[in-house]
T-cell receptor, first 112, second 112 residues
C-alpha cells in the first residue's frame, strides 16, 4: 500500500512558467513533509520542507503548500528554469522520527 | 562543511557474495538512515541508527544489516546477495532535533 503517491510520472513546462508538482498521502500520522530533487546516479538534494502545523512555506523560487484535510501537498517552482529539470520526490515522516516514506517521483522537464 | 560521503561509489558482486557499504555523516549529524532505490520499488527505507543503536527498521529481510560506530559513521551489510539486490544504496544523515535528511551520492551495487 503506497502511503505517499505522486500521480504524475512526468511534467513538461516552458522556461519562465510555473511548475506545480503534486503529492498525496494516506497516513494521518505523517506530520512533516519534504521535497527532494534528484539527478541520475546522485543522491536526492533537499529542497524545502513543511510541518503539518503550517499550510505554506516559501524559499526563494520554491513554495510548498499543504492541505491537511485533503492529505495533499504541492511544490510550486516560479519561474521554472532549465536547470530545474530533474526528478522530484516528495517524502513524509511521522513524529517518531527519521524514517522517510517517499513518493514515486515526478520527472520535470523545463524547456528553454 | 563536507557533505555525506559514501564508499565505494560503484560495486559489482556475484550472487551469494556479501557486501559492506560505508557512510560518513556530515559533522555533527548523529542519525544515519539507509535507503534502497530501484526502478521498480522506488526509494525504500532500510534502517536508521542513532548513537550506535538501530532506532527504526524497514521491511527488508535479515540479510540486510547495519551498524553505527561511536564517531557516527555507519556501515550496512548485505549477505547472500541476490540479483534483486542490485540498486542504488543511499545514506542520509540528520542533525538531532531536525527532520531534514541530507543524502550522500549513493553506492551503485550491481549483482551478477
Amino acid at each position: 500500500d503506497q502511503q505517499v503517491k505522486q500521480n504524475s510520472p512526468s511534467l513538461s513546462v516552458q522556461e519562465g512558467r510555473i511548475s506545480i508538482l503534486n503529492c498525496d498521502y494516506t497516513n494521518s500520522m505523517f506530520d512533516y513533509f519534504l521535497w527532494y530533487k534528484k539527478y541520475p546516479a546522485e543522491g536526492p538534494t533537499f529542497l524545502i520542507s513543511i510541518s503539518s502545523i503550517k499550510d505554506k512555506n516559501e524559499d526563494g523560487r520554491f513554495t510548498v503548500f499543504l492541505n491537511k484535510s485533503a492529505k495533499h501537498l504541492s511544490l510550486h517552482i516560479v519561474p521554472s528554469q532549465p536547470g530545474d529539470s530533474a526528478v522530484y520526490f516528495c517524502a513524509a515522516s511521522d513524529n517518531a522520527g527519521n524514517m522517510l516514506t517517499f513518493g514515486g517521483g515526478t520527472r520535470l522537464m523545463v524547456k528553454p | 562543511k563536507a557533505g555525506v560521503t559514501q564508499t565505494p561509489r560503484y560495486l559489482i558482486k556475484t550472487r551469494g557474495q556479501q557486501v559492506t557499504l560505508s557512510c560518513s555523516p556530515i559533522s555533527g549529524h548523529r542519525s544515519v538512515s539507509w535507503y534502497q532505490q530501484t526502478p521498480g520499488q522506488g526509494l525504500q527505507f532500510l534502517f536508521e541508527y542513532f548513537s550506535e543503536t538501530q532506532r527504526n527498521k524497514g521491511n527488508f529481510p535479515g540479510r540486510f544489516s547495519g551498524r553505527q560506530f561511536s564517531n557516527s559513521r555507519s556501515e550496512m551489510n548485505v549477505s547472500t546477495l541476490e540479483l534483486g539486490d542490485s540498486a542504488l544504496y543511499l545514506c542520509a544523515t540528520t542533525l538531532a532535533g531536525y527532520n531534514e535528511q541530507f543524502f550522500g551520492p549513493g553506492t551503485r551495487l550491481t549483482v551478477l
